[in-house]
């Protein structure tokens, strides 16, 4: 062998201490004397490089990161090439640089079969509790169809089978898409923005067929990732545009013409679902008109009507048409914003704030006045409705208690 065991030993303290230094995933020590055995054994015979594939799948199944896992095998490729005598002449280190490249593609082989098993998974919960069974059929057919599509690259994957592969213009989704999808999607912005995540979705699946097809798997690890984030973004705005519908289900206020609060839980509750997924972030605003009861005393309960209707006008002026506005009672209301975080919902608030300010009721031509005051919060999926409205609703009160006319978060 053209490497002495010390030497391959150094090398390999120095990958140790490269991992501890540089690596956010934790990395057993038996894992790295694996690697060490198997490149001992393939420095010997080629062949042997079919055991990285178990490996691969052994540090994808302990979620260890693949840009860390591929960043190893490079590490000890410049480091072995570095270390070879100085007799050896330059075919030897393409050689070595040759062999490495092939450990990469088949550790990230093995890697990349336990990720799609766990892909396959997720589209499995997306297609079960994502794409609920009271999905209105214009877009439940058309997410399953698309969930499929994804899902049966994946199995050809799995299965070293060739993917057949359609037109992003011919598939099921397509069709629909053209036809009763442009009908039903009355927002010209969503609706193309799903036709080019649709394109794009169907240009990387012949992308990763085609490395499937010259076993670069490498590659096809980054480009099937690609996929799964158009695929999730598709299913995030049909999911939108479904809660859309769900929500002229639910009576609107008729004086304000902002939805009830009977129909929060449930259209919250559905986007719970989808940031839970996507990993997209959720806020939501608690906002009432500051001394209201004035405004009814001084001017008359009709006037009160007035003001609030003006508040949700103002409100809807600066919400986009993915948010919602729900009447919780009296002068109180929720507002919901999904893909929204912290800050962004704290700029949203303000602007509404500046909004009611700078733009007074005139009722019977007389100038009133109104403020609000805000309670900004951003939410998680996993945390009880009630305690999201508490924590908001205790926002707000702060901005009472501060001077009122205030965003608290």
Known sequence: MMFRDEKINIIFERLLNYIERNFKSFVCKESILQIKSIIYQVLEDKKNVESLEEVGYSFAESNVLFVESISIFDFL??????HLPNHIDLREAKRIER???DIINTFSKGYLKSRAKRKIEDLNFI???VIPKEMVHQFYDPSIKHID???NFLESFLKDEKFKSTDYNTCE???WLKNDGKSLVNDDLIYKNVKTLHKIFHNLIEIAENYKENKLYKELFFTINEIENASLHIINNLSFLNTKLLAYEFSKDPLTGALTRRGFNKIIQKHFEIAEITGLPMSVIITDIDFFKKI???YGHLAGDEALKHFVKIIKENLRKSDYVFRFGGEEFVILLPNTTLEEAVEIAERIRKSLEN???IYEGKEIKITASFGVKEVHPDEPIDKIIKEADEKLYKAKESGRNKVVY
């Open 77 to 82: 490729r410049k480091n072995f090439i570095a």
């Open 99 to 101: 062999l490495f490249e």
């Open 127 to 129: 297609e079960k509790h």
């Open 149 to 151: 599509y994804f899902r």
């Open 173 to 175: 989704f397509g069709v």
């Open 296 to 298: 009814n005393d001084t």
């Open 359 to 361: 733009s007074p009721l």
